[in-house]
Structure formats: C-alpha cells, structure tokens
C-alpha cells in the first residue's frame, strides 16, 4: 500500500522531530498553557469529575486520537491523576489502509476496525458516541449531540427517535462536557467542492459505514448483471464503477475493483468519454481529497492562510489568534486538523501517530510544566 496518506498507510518510521519535554516553563508572551489548574475554571457538565479528579478529554478517535486514546487509556499512572474521556461520532476506530480490500471482499470488515470501547478498562475511562457540536476554550466545554444509530453516517441521533418525548436536552440528545484538559483531533470531512448530486449519488471511503456501503453497491450491480433479463448494453452500464478523484484512496480502491471484475468473470475494459456529456454508472466513489470540519471552522483560533488546518507551538498547544505566541490555556491540536506553526507536515498516519504518542508520553509522565 502506498504510503502517501493518512488512510494509506502504517505508521512505522519517525518523520518528525519534536521536544524532549513539555515546557518547564511558559515564555513571557504565552499564557501558562501547560499548567493544569486544581481547580477547573468551569464546573463540570457531566458526573465524571466527581472523584475530585481533573478531567481530560479527547475528540475523535481517527490516529491521532485513537493512538493517545490507547496509550491513556491503558496507563494506570495516568488514570490515577485523571478522568479520561473519550468523544466520538463512531463505535469503532476505522483502519483505514484496509478499507479498500474490505469493500471488494478480500476479507472481513471487522478485520478492517477496532472497537472504541475496548479502552474503558475501569470507570475513570468514558466514551460518549457524539458529533461535537461546538467547543468553548473560555468555558471549558464541549457541545456535543448523540450520534447513537448513526455510527458516523451522518450528523443524526437516529438512535435515541423512538426513547425522545422531544423536550429539553435530554430529547435531542444534546449535553455539554466539561474538562480541564482538551484534545483536539476531530480530522477532516471530504470536500465535495460543491459539486452538485455528489452527497445524493456517491459513495465515499472514508470509515467503515462508507466502505460497507461500496461493498453492498459492487455486489448488488454483479447480481443484476447476472440476470437473464439484462441486455448487453445494460450490463455495460451497471458494471461501470467510476472513482472520482486519483489519489492513493482512489487508484487502490480502482485495482481492486479491476480484481474483483475479473475474478467474477466479467471483462475488464477501458470506457473512452468525451469531455462533456452524460456517463452512466452502476457505482460512484469520491475520492477527491478533505477538507476542515465544523470543529475546525466554529473555532476562533489561528489557522493556516487556507484556514483548513489549526495552528499549534511545537508543544502541540493550541495558538490564540494574534501576532503574539499566546496559546490557548490547556488545549492542545493534532492529527489532520493541526499544524505546527512554521512547520507544516503532510497529513499522514506517521505525523498523526508520533505526535500523539509524544503527547502521551509527557502527560503520563505528569510533565505539566510547573
């Protein structure tokens, strides 16, 4: 597999340097952001910090998440300093790289996922499977809606329909989580560039849901390319698998496919289009590249100049907006939605990883730079 992005790749070689420690100390022109308060400068929203234990807590659970999420999660030195939460639109963490062969049949999905909840290991450690409606670095909160029943499909709270009399918080599904510490690592969504039909009619591969999705499409169009009744013509429109967009996801996602065709006993071929028209399909995969999420775009911080990417010190902490280095007390930004200012890294797995397991590293280690 190629590695080239994030969702094809294992992170196995160090590609980025990062400090040995987090700051000892705050430079005059930030706030004292590596300092975890006694208290928590908002009151809790949820029953978590009943134990009188700070709380910390992390959004999303692609590599970067899921890598601190585990190394937290299994430290028992750290669970005794914290409360560890956990927010998620999905149950499982996506393995990305095996997506492609899960959606053509070269093995089973479940090989393709991990359930989020194996990290709960004890009750210092919650999962809540929620789309993040909003955060607020003053208060120290973050907003959040039930996904339950969607499993990160898309921006609903289908589950909770039939057990909602539809009145007040807790009939939408809407609750707020309160932390000490936060972790920013929601990803990105794909960019459909506004193209027209694109949500309607596509498929993407993205997650889990998307790539099960592709699998149904491919084996419901051999099904009935396989009836008697369906002509020539009719087959040559239904076995037409089209992938926009050709980037890693999309050339590995065409030479399976091209595998699967062959192995069915159809033939493989090349359809010549011209630059204008219509091109029937049976399948439509966009494949076209990410852009920034809500997350990222609700939040008045600083961004790169496309403003599809958060701005960090290369202690990972969140920067304020302004000429100044004044970070965002306790916040800290990684995985595709982040970038160290002044050194911008491509959006792989190996980036995501290292920056995460680093993180961990130091906040077992109690280095909160007193």
């Not at 973050?142 to 969607?150: D, L």
């Not at 039909?197 to 596509?202: A, F, I, L, N, S």
Request: proline share 4%; net charge negative.
């Amino acid at each position: 597999m190629s590695p080239t992005t994030r969702s094809h790749n294992s992170p196995t070689k160090p590609v980025i340097e990062l400090p040995t420690s987090l700051p000892s100390s705050a430079p005059s022109t930030t706030s004292s952001s590596s300092t975890l308060p006694s208290d928590s400068k908002s009151s809790p929203h949820t029953s978590i910090s009943e134990n009188g234990k700070p709380t910390l807590a992390i959004l999303g659970t692609g590599w970067a998440g899921w890598t601190l999420a585990q190394d937290l999660g299994h430290s028992s030195s750290f669970l005794q300093q914290y409360n560890l939460v956990v927010l998620s639109p999905t149950r499982t963490m996506a393995l990305t790289p095996l997506l492609a062969s899960a959606a053509t049949g070269i093995f089973d999905f479940r090989i393709a996922e991990e359930p989020i909840r194996r990290l709960s290991l004890g009750k210092d450690v919650v999962k809540y499977q929620v789309w993040c409606t909003g955060v607020d670095v003053e208060k120290r909160v973050v907003r959040c809606r039930a996904a339950v029943g969607s499993n990160g499909r898309e921006k609903t709270n289908s589950g909770l329909k039939e057990h909602s009399d539809g009145d007040g918080e807790d009939g939408n599904g809407e609750f707020e989580v309160g932390y000490d510490k936060l972790i920013l690592a929601p990803g990105s969504e794909v960019n459909t560039f506004d193209t027209l039909g694109v949500k309607e009619h596509c498929l993407f591969m993205k997650s889990v849901a998307g790539a099960m999705a592709l699998r149904e499409r491919i084996l419901d169009c051999f099904e009935l390319a396989s009836l008697p009744t369906c002509s020539v013509e009719q087959k040559r429109k239904i076995l037409h698998f089209m992938i926009v967009g050709g980037g890693p996801t999309g050339v590995e996602l065409a030479a399976e496919i091209d595998e699967l065709v062959q192995d069915h006993g159809f033939e493989s071929g090349v359809m010549k289009v011209k630059e204008d028209g219509e091109v029937s399909f049976g399948a439509a995969v966009w494949c076209t590249g990410n852009k920034a999420g809500s997350v990222v775009e609700g939040l008045e911080v600083r961004k790169n100049e496309a403003g599809q990417r958060l701005l960090t010190d290369k202690w990972l902490r969140l920067l304020r907006k302004g000429e100044d280095n004044e970070v965002v007390d306790g916040v800290y930004a990684l995985g595709d939605a982040a970038d160290i200012e002044g050194g911008e890294l491509p959006t792989t797995a190996e980036v995501a990883v290292q920056k995460a397991k680093w993180l961990a590293k130091h906040l077992v280690a109690g280095e909160e730079g007193k």
